[in-house]
């Protein structure tokens, strides 16, 4: 297994294992937090930009504040390819460290974790990832995925359909495409898919893109030729999202009828299609571009002194920041997690009370040098460990992306009954499941 100590203040370094003992010791005297990446493989692409986000926002916190409270982090990156056998590796191999919380960075790997996670008392942030009825706190006590679910993505999806369609009633008797990753990732929206189209009338093809064929979707784009779908909808990941809108523009797709989740929205995404990609839209969840005090940060106390493995172009783009979006919520846990308990050395149990609790304003973006970086986080409770908050579209303008919509809100009055049928029945398929015992917060 491939391990990358981001020892922070030191340059990253790459090493083949690690000290048993004196990886211990880093881990007793700081806060440990493992990241689980992807730099190589097909999905790298995508991968890059997030690992490096994720490293130089917790770095920032060191190199700056000295840690958080007081407390310096202790950050190791994991390989997993995007390979779910050695995302359990890395799972496995960092959990004696007591890590205070895991990222798996993977719909995969996550499904495989989640049964772990309350026996081990780790945390684990799937962030806008993962098994969607895990938001249901009740039944997963121990699993967070802000700011939105895959159901909430697709519903949000939906409302600007209908908006530009002049209300979803309008999808009678049309068409729907749905091209994926043909793994959980992708299959994991259907079947919120499947009652919209029982709801509003309109018929969904579904054109699944397994991992083999990422890079080869000729076929595929054939039979949209052929169907002609009113509108498009993807969940891509890595090397499948340029070559999705490649296709889309060699048969001459309208791109503004061509919808993709948050993780279809990089920009070498975009760039796949060329100058035909202009119109392309996603939804996005965090702000683009290093216009904020906090990127600026970044780029003076780790960018600047080669403790970065971020390219200068890639500095800001979206997925890089999508990555910073991401250790802002396991920075806050852990100062949740501490004012709840008043100790600064957190554990891991400390860090899932502060996910519970957690609470991100408007102005807490502001105070972060994030000023409207993200909606406010502010929905997040015991029963409830998403909060279903809202994303944005974003339009290619064949140079970048731009803000076309206001914040989206989810359907939310559709999505969490469907979520909390969806957790019964993950339960009762996977018994014996510990009831929750943990108690909840007062601040929850």
Not at 274 to 299: M, R
Not at 399 to 421: T, Y
Request: glycine content about 10%.
């Amino acid at each position: 297994m491939r391990i990358k100590h981001l020892v922070l203040g030191v340059a990253l370094a790459s090493i083949v294992g690690c000290p048993a003992l004196a990886t211990r010791a880093e881990a007793q005297e700081g806060i440990y937090v493992p990241l689980f990446s992807y730099r190589t493989g097909p999905f790298a692409g995508s991968g890059i930009p997030i690992a490096n986000g994720m490293a130089d926002y917790l770095n920032m916190l060191n190199e700056r504040d000295g840690g958080i409270g007081g407390v310096r982090l202790t950050v190791e990156e994991c390989e997993t390819g995007y390979d779910t056998k050695k995302g359990v590796e890395c799972y496995e191999a960092t959990k004696a460290k007591r890590p205070v919380v895991v990222n798996p960075y993977s719909t995969g790997i996550t499904l495989q974790v989640i049964p772990k996670a309350s026996v081990d008392k780790i945390p684990v942030l799937s962030m806008a990832y993962g098994l969607s009825a895990s938001a249901v706190g009740d039944q997963f006590p121990w699993i967070f995925n802000p700011p939105a679910t895959y159901w909430d993505g697709l519903s949000m999806i939906f409302r600007y359909i209908g908006d530009k369609e002049g209300g979803l009633e309008k999808l009678k008797g049309k068409t729907i495409g749905y091209i994926f990753f043909d793994g959980g990732y992708g299959r994991e929206p259907i079947p919120l898919l499947e009652q919209f189209a029982k709801d509003y009338g309109f018929e969904v093809k579904l054109y699944p893109v397994p991992a083999t064929e990422m890079q080869n979707q000729s076929a595929q784009w054939l039979n949209v030729r052929r169907d002609r779908p009113a509108w498009m909808i993807m969940w891509g990941w890595g090397a499948m999202n340029p070559t999705a809108v490649r296709e889309a523009t060699r048969i001459n797709f309208p791109m503004d009828k061509f919808v993709g989740i948050w993780w279809s929205g990089g920009e070498d995404d975009a760039r796949g299609g060329g100058a035909e990609a202009k119109g392309y839209l996603t939804l996005n969840f965090n702000g683009i571009g290093t216009n904020y005090p906090a990127l600026q940060d970044i780029k003076k106390h780790v960018v600047d002194r080669g403790k970065s493995q971020v390219q200068a172009d890639k500095f800001g783009e979206n997925l890089y920041n999508r990555g910073v979006y991401n250790s802002v919520l396991i920075a806050e846990a852990i100062r949740t997690a501490q004012r709840i308990t008043g100790k600064k050395v957190v554990t891991g149990e400390d860090v899932r009370r502060g996910f519970e609790s957690l609470r991100i304003t408007a102005d807490r973006w502001k105070e972060l040098g994030l000023p409207e970086f993200g909606a406010p986080i502010v929905n997040i409770t015991c029963s409830d460990h998403n909060g279903h908050h809202g994303a944005y579209m974003q339009q290619w303008d064949g140079a970048k992306w731009v803000k076309v919509s206001d914040w989206i809100q989810p359907i939310k009055e559709r999505v969490r009954p469907l979520l909390e049928a969806a957790a019964k029945d993950y339960v009762a398929k996977n018994q014996p499941w510990p009831a929750r015992t943990e108690p909840c917060d007062k601040s929850s």
